[in-house]
């Protein structure tokens, strides 16, 4: 049970109620270390601490004495503060059987030898404590201040949400605003908790000085309850004796309620050290022989351990999360192809780079067709498609480097899993865990250079004798030349035209760069119209030819890298050249570069 308040001196009057006058009070920090008071019940009084064993304490002014020399002892004499416990024994016959853990109070201005940050550390304190499921939490709040700006409570939601091992303790109630009460707090309207609130009066400093005893002080605040009005009716659930009570019920339940899942957490690692025992038991550390041979099962242990988590079939699976050979699986499959997909692409300046490569590698030759409109020519260069597609295979270095660093991580969680049981030697864990990391690191660079060689690799040649250039070309011959045969003479020159139609894929296909099969198929269009050969010849039927009359009539063709003509008659269909009879050209296709 965890006792936490927004100011340290409260926390003192408190227990001074609870038990004897023996804690330090104060302005400032006074409790500047957790201290740990079990109360117990017995004929004689008296107080043992854990660090003066054998000795016990019967004047309790030497118990405030002591508590502030071993205070100081570890944090100094200006204020500073220590998560170390102190552990104090209290036996009375006037108390109640509990245990309790008296915290610091929050403090928001550093004084004395504080760092800056003192509220942080006494919060990062706190929350060590109470935030154990087992742990009931006191938060105590002045009467005088606003409910809702109570540190104790803000603390205390923020580890139990529920309200369900918090129970709210208002003091101060004989100091608020005249006029002013308590009294839906107490009745549990205003903000409440599953265990609710008790209201206690404490002993002002002016009483203290005024030596007034524990016994006085509880009859005062018995009478302060029956006589005010808006207190009276619940008197009897009010002052520092029925707090007492049901504090010491409340921790009886509590024990209670957690005592079966403590039980079978005791027995689970009964059970484990029984088996390591098992295990040691024959065992001789001073023989040399036994020492190289437990060191070797160990550290094959890690190994097996490692394989399992990384290729399957362990014997603990992880069911919160992935990890281990699952993780590396997930990384591959998912995390990798989202970087690639993730991928930031401009189509916009990607169409702008393509047009500027086509443009610088083309040069001076270009031409401007009779509209005015500066041409390249029909088919795009193949050192343009280089350079575009090269510029886009560089960027997945990125993903590439990024996925073996995850993977490397990965690696190193599951080396610290694997450690854990060689815990009970931890030399040899740490050992172990710096030598397995350090080589995965050392491979870790390997691994990336390797990466970067096979994209270089990528880099310096692309592949266009390939299918999916070669079937893909056929097809775009066979669409150009239906195109080119199927519009009027007259309208020939729009010809270039169809120049734009061709590189249209390309520019719908940038934005799969990665892939590159997916626009494979450019360069060998590019490669087979500038071989100068005879690309595809053939009959076929043209109708309504402005130049020819008598409406429709077969022709034979050829289609070569520099023209596309036709013929009257078919003697030329077996030759290779150009024939020798009457020639007809169609138009004169004659491509600037």
């Known amino acids: 049970m965890s006792y936490i308040t927004g100011q340290c001196f409260l926390g003192s009057n408190y227990f001074f109620n609870v038990s004897r006058d023996f804690l330090p009070r104060g302005s400032g920090i006074v409790t500047r270390r957790p201290l740990v008071l079990q109360l117990i019940t017995a004929k004689t009084e008296y107080a043992e601490f854990l660090h003066c064993k054998g000795r016990k304490f019967t004047d309790f002014d030497e118990v405030r004495q002591e508590i502030e020399v071993e205070t100081d002892r570890i944090t100094g004499v200006n204020k500073g503060i220590s998560s170390i416990p102190i552990n104090l024994r209290i036996y ?152 007492q009570k049901v504090l010491n019920q409340q921790l009886t339940n509590h024990i209670r309620d957690t005592l079966p899942a403590f039980r079978s957490k005791l027995q689970s690692q009964l059970l484990s050290i029984e088996h390591e025992v098992e295990v040691y038991k024959n065992f001789r550390p001073e023989d040399p022989t036994r020492k190289t041979k437990a060191l070797l099962q160990m550290v094959q242990q890690f190994s097996v351990d490692f394989e399992k988590r990384i290729e399957g079939s362990g014997d603990q699976v992880d069911t919160l999360e992935l990890s281990g050979g699952a993780k590396i699986n997930r990384i591959f499959h998912e995390r990798f192809p989202f970087e690639l997909v993730k991928m930031e692409f401009n189509e916009k300046e990607l169409r702008r780079e393509i047009s500027y490569a086509i443009k610088n590698i083309h040069g001076i030759r270009q031409y401007i067709t009779r509209f005015g409109k500066r041409r390249t020519g029909l088919f795009t260069p ?127 296909l940038q934005g799969k760069l990665y892939e590159l099969s997916s626009i494979s198929f450019i360069v060998a269009f590019s490669f087979s119209f500038s071989e100068g050969k005879v690309i595809r010849k053939g009959w076929l039927t043209i109708n309504n030819i402005g130049i020819m009359k008598g409406g429709s009539k077969e022709y034979w063709f050829v289609l070569t890298a520099e023209s596309l003509s036709w013929y009257k008659d078919d003697e030329v269909r077996n030759e290779e050249l150009f024939p020798t009879g009457e020639k007809q050209y169609l138009f004169s296709l004659l491509i600037s570069a």
């Open 382 to 508: 193949d050192m343009a498609f280089e350079a575009i597609v090269k510029k886009q295979i560089v960027k997945l270095k990125g993903p590439c480097l990024k996925s073996v660093d995850l993977v490397m991580q990965e690696l190193i969680n599951t080396v610290k899993k694997c450690t854990k049981k060689l815990a009970t030697y931890p030399r040899l864990c740490e050992e172990t865990e710096r030598i397995v990391a350090g080589y995965i690191r050392e491979r870790e660079e390997k691994t990336k250079d390797q990466v970067l060689l096979l994209i270089d690799i990528q880099v310096s040649y692309i592949n266009t004798n390939h299918e999916d250039f070669i079937g893909f070309a056929k097809y775009v011959y066979r669409d150009f030349v239906i195109k080119a045969l199927s519009v009027p003479n007259k309208e020939a020159v729009r010809l270039t035209k169809v120049q734009w139609e061709i590189r249209e894929p390309i520019y719908r």
């Open 92 to 243: 009375s016959p006037h108390v109640l059987s509990l245990t309790l853990i008296d915290l610091p109070g929050i403090t928001k201005v550093p004084v004395g030898d504080q760092p800056p940050d003192i509220e942080q550390q006494i919060r990062d304190m706190i929350m060590q404590f109470i935030s154990r499921e087992n742990c009931l939490i006191l938060a105590v709040t002045p009467a005088n201040t606003d409910l809702a700006n109570s540190d104790a409570l803000k603390l205390a939601k923020e580890v139990d949400p529920q309200g369900l091992r918090t129970i709210g303790v208002i003091t101060k109630l004989d100091l608020m605003d005249e006029g002013t009460d308590a009294r839906e707090i107490l009745e549990n309207k205003l903000l409440p908790l599953r265990r609710g609130y008790i209201g206690v009066v404490n002993r002002s400093q002016k009483d203290i000085d005024g030596k007034k005893d524990i016994k006085a002080a509880l009859l005062a605040e018995r009478k302060f309850f029956l006589s005010h009005p808006a207190y009276r009716h619940m008197a009897d659930r009010m002052g520092t004796p029925y707090l």
